[in-house]
């Protein structure tokens, strides 16, 4: 099949690469077109535009940063609304909020367009495998047509029901696992004076009630992070982390709830990002809050460990 990729970013790249390893003809496009060289150099086609891209495709995967990021690439001057989409099919990636996705549902589908969301769990690594699990939204005989595709990108595709629905799920997952990040650096702090080494602090939470998934798949990342360092790759930066919150937060408001715990680890996230840890993976999150403790021990002049 002949596929657009449009959003070259960790995850849109990671995407491109395993549909590109799955025998697909690729057309892509980036804002920054220097992305699109390592997928062009193994025989994609960079398109000058969204536009570009669409014209040149049978069915067109979007993944990018935000909402002011979608509609730039949906309704932008070359975006993809400008061209004829009838009878194309349109599986949207990114991490926006329900109403967003319905939105745009709206708009492909007066032009006679096929729309599906589905936000994805998993990072970059299970991307570039096909082990993602995807979080779909959309009506059953357009979902059953991008099956196909889904299928090679993900282990477990959901259909969650209307378009929207994959959106709601999405921030549903991820929003434990901010908050884990925060109670992991919490919880690390009281413990941190014991000099214990932070690969054996993983391993022991992992194997008790205070573990997660997350210890598992991405313990030794977690542990660089107690330590101070910036774990590397970055797969989802802090900064991805409190767009997605404030997301969640927003979603709750218009349900008509608060997220108490979410907005408290969103101004934490906030904190650090204007401590300069807003580029570094997320991972590095557990060890925020057990440094600031440590720097504030210091400057009340007890010892921090």
């Given at each position: 099949?002949?596929?657009?990729?449009?959003?070259?970013?960790?995850?849109?790249?990671?995407?491109?690469?395993?549909?590109?390893?799955?025998?697909?003809?690729?057309?892509?496009?980036?804002?920054?077109?220097?992305?699109?060289?390592?997928?062009?150099?193994?025989?994609?086609?960079?398109?000058?535009?969204?536009?570009?891209?669409?014209?040149?495709?049978?069915?067109?995967?979007?993944?990018?940063?935000?909402?002011?990021?979608?509609?730039?690439?949906?309704?932008?001057?070359?975006?993809?609304?400008?061209?004829?989409?009838?009878?194309?099919?349109?599986?949207?990636?990114?991490?926006?909020?329900?109403?967003?996705?319905?939105?745009?549902?709206?708009?492909?589908?007066?032009?006679?367009?096929?729309?599906?969301?589905?936000?994805?769990?998993?990072?970059?690594?299970?991307?570039?495998?096909?082990?993602?699990?995807?979080?779909?939204?959309?009506?059953?005989?357009?979902?059953?047509?991008?099956?196909?595709?889904?299928?090679?990108?993900?282990?477990?595709?959901?259909?969650?029901?209307?378009?929207?629905?994959?959106?709601?799920?999405?921030?549903?997952?991820?929003?434990?696992?901010?908050?884990?990040?925060?109670?992991?650096?919490?919880?690390?702090?009281?413990?941190?004076?014991?000099?214990?080494?932070?690969?054996?602090?993983?391993?022991?939470?992992?194997?008790?009630?205070?573990?997660?998934?997350?210890?598992?798949?991405?313990?030794?990342?977690?542990?660089?992070?107690?330590?101070g360092e910036d774990p590397q790759p970055v797969?989802?930066?802090?900064?991805?982390?409190?767009?997605?919150?404030?997301?969640?937060?927003?979603?709750?408001?218009?349900?008509?709830?608060?997220?108490?715990?979410?907005?408290?680890?969103?101004?934490?996230?906030?904190?650090?990002?204007?401590?300069?840890?807003?580029?570094?993976?997320?991972?590095?999150?557990?060890?925020?809050?057990?440094?600031?403790?440590?720097?504030?021990?210091?400057?009340?002049?007890?010892?921090?460990?």
């Open positions: 099949m002949r596929i657009g990729i449009i959003g070259l970013g960790r995850m849109g790249a990671a995407l491109a690469m395993r549909l590109q390893g799955c025998g697909h003809d690729l057309v892509v496009w980036n804002r920054t077109p220097g992305k699109a060289k390592t997928l062009v150099e193994a025989g994609a086609v960079l398109g000058e535009s969204p536009a570009a891209v669409v014209e040149q495709s049978e069915a067109i995967i979007s993944c990018v940063l935000d909402s002011n990021a979608l509609e730039a690439v949906f309704g932008g001057k070359h975006g993809i609304l400008t061209t004829d989409v009838e009878g194309k099919l349109f599986i949207e990636m990114s991490t926006v909020r329900p109403r967003t996705q319905r939105a745009l549902a709206e708009r492909i589908a007066s032009k006679g367009g096929v729309y599906v969301e589905c936000p994805v769990s998993g990072s970059t690594g299970p991307a570039r495998e096909g082990r993602l699990i995807g979080l779909v939204g959309g009506a059953p005989d357009d979902v059953a047509r991008a099956r196909p595709v889904l299928d090679q990108l993900c282990r477990r595709v959901e259909h969650a029901g209307p378009v929207g629905a994959g959106a709601s799920l999405k921030l549903a997952v991820n929003l434990p696992l901010v908050v884990y990040y925060q109670a992991l650096g919490e919880s690390y702090s009281l413990c941190r004076h014991l000099g214990i080494e932070p690969e054996r602090i993983v391993d022991l939470f992992s194997d008790t009630s205070g573990g997660a998934n997350i210890l598992k798949a991405r313990g030794p990342m977690v542990a660089k992070g107690m330590r797969t989802f930066d802090v900064d991805s982390f409190r767009k997605d919150l404030r997301n969640m937060i927003a979603e709750g408001l218009e349900l008509g709830f608060s997220l108490p715990v979410a907005e408290r680890v969103l101004s934490v996230y906030d904190e650090a990002s204007r401590q300069g840890w807003g580029e570094r993976d997320g991972t590095s999150l557990a060890g925020y809050w057990p440094s600031r403790a440590a720097d504030g021990a210091s400057e009340n002049g007890t010892t921090g460990g």
